[in-house]
């Protein structure tokens, strides 16, 4: 069985401030590891994904995240937000070879002016 | 060029009651499954389906029955509405890759 862990279950930053939101899974075989942004009243939205390949994956809205196998971490950091980045962030993992996603309890982003 | 589309959006229904949440996918994506959003615990899988006629449980299935017999639709009933069933419901489709595409939700209150 898998399961996400989100450690923050809110995050207040200011407008330009970085921002850092962690996730933490275990299982005991592959996983694929995907972040998703949920704005008010929405459903859902892939924000990154990361499959195989470099450690390292970014979004086109200045989103990245790194897989780190040894931690099972999949962080995601963006640089610098907007306020339009306020939404409610999940991390959420499957097996390689399945299908079913995991997801964590979700990180709300609240970003001030 | 709909997408995935749930239906109804919003619903209000009194305990006992059978309800039916619709959702409609035009990707003939071969996944699809249903969610259940609860302050505090994320999104919890209730069913999920791997092709037409192919249908198993998730984690909090009790409760719950759905069917597909075509696969660009995936109803879920709820046979006799509960208030712990109050929440959030998204349907998500997925053509296998592992990344999945999620509806608009339908929130549903019981009475």
């Known amino acids: 069985a898998q399961s996400v862990t989100q450690l923050d279950s809110q995050v207040p930053v200011f407008e330009e401030a970085p921002v850092e939101l962690r996730c933490n899974y275990s299982s005991s075989v592959s996983v694929y590891l995907f972040w998703y942004v949920q704005y008010p009243n929405q459903g859902l939205q892939l924000l990154l994904k990361y499959l195989s390949g470099s450690t390292l994956v970014e979004s086109i809205n200045g989103f990245e995240a790194e897989f780190n196998k040894s931690q099972t971490s999949f962080h995601l950091r963006k640089p610098s937000v907007h306020i339009s980045d306020t939404a409610e962030y999940f991390c959420?993992?499957?097996?390689?070879?399945?299908?079913?996603?995991?997801f964590g309890g979700g990180t709300r982003v609240l970003v001030k002016p | 060029d709909a997408g995935i589309t749930q239906s109804p959006r919003y619903k209000i229904t009194e305990t006992g009651r059978q309800v039916t949440l619709m959702c409609h996918q035009t990707?003939?994506?071969?996944?699809m499954f249903w969610y259940r959003q609860d302050l505090g615990h994320g999104l919890r899988l209730i069913y999920y389906s791997a092709a037409a006629d192919i249908t198993d449980k998730g984690e909090v299935p009790d409760g719950y029955v759905v069917s597909r017999s075509k696969t660009e639709n995936f109803p879920l009933t709820l046979e006799s509405a509960t208030r712990s069933q109050t929440s959030v419901y998204f349907c998500?489709?997925?053509?296998?890759?592992?990344?999945?595409?999620f509806g608009p939700g339908t929130r549903l209150t019981v009475l």
């Open positions: 959420a993992v499957s097996e390689a070879a399945g299908n079913k996603l995991t």
């Open positions: 998500a489709s997925s053509s296998g890759t592992g990344v999945q595409f």
């Open positions: 990707w003939s994506h071969s996944y």
